[in-house]
């Protein structure tokens, strides 16, 4: 079934109806009570009380939401250790950089580490056809939107990079160094 709908700048294709996967199962009065449930049992043992909000090794990483990267874990890190910083695609948004001179100036990073990784939702595509994916899945029109994907991973991370480097709000002496991750084996390959 082909449907056709019109978005701001004239008709937008759609081959079909894309379905999500299935949800996990949630109270119908709380969509978030075993979450909620799993904090009350977190809190009985947490242990980051007092722990001060500079980054205690001067790190700060940009890295994707993906759920299967755990960026402390991937970098030996422990809470307290780093800034993490995540959107999709590990992208150096103006948000990121907003936040890295946050951290830079008040929160004692001296070092930026981008980690995008392969096989990432983000490079699959482009930006026009992600946007028209996401209006096939769901009638919505995000060509307003800067979606940011990233089709070719290394050229993208040498531009954020480069973007960081840049920026005449961080210090010239701020290391930047990038490196991707392999979602299928934990490793990190230094790309800048």
Known sequence: MTLSR??????????GVTTRPAARPARADDPFASELDANATYAETFSLAGLE???????????CMDSRIEPLEMLG????????????????TDDVLRALVLAVYLLG??????????????????????????FDASGVDT?????????DVVASLRADIQRIRSSPYLPGAL??????????????????
Do not use: F, W
């Not at 890190?77 to 150096?92: F, S, T």
């Not at 290391?175 to 800048?192: C, F, N």
């Open 109 to 134: 990073v001296d070092r930026v580490l981008v980690v995008p990784h392969l096989r990432c939702r983000m490079s699959a595509t482009d930006e026009a056809t992600m946007h028209q994916e996401i």
């Open 53 to 63: 909000p500079v980054a205690a090794r001067g790190l700060a990483v940009v890295t």
């Open 6 to 15: 019109v978005g701001p700048d004239g008709p937008l294709r759609s081959a």
């Open 77 to 92: 890190l422990q809470p307290g250790d780093a800034k993490i910083l995540r959107n999709a695609g590990a992208r150096v």
């Open 175 to 192: 290391a930047v160094g990038g490196a991707i991750y392999d979602v299928d084996t934990g490793r990190l390959q230094r790309v800048v």
């Open 143 to 151: 060509r307003s939107l800067e979606l940011r994907p990233a089709p």
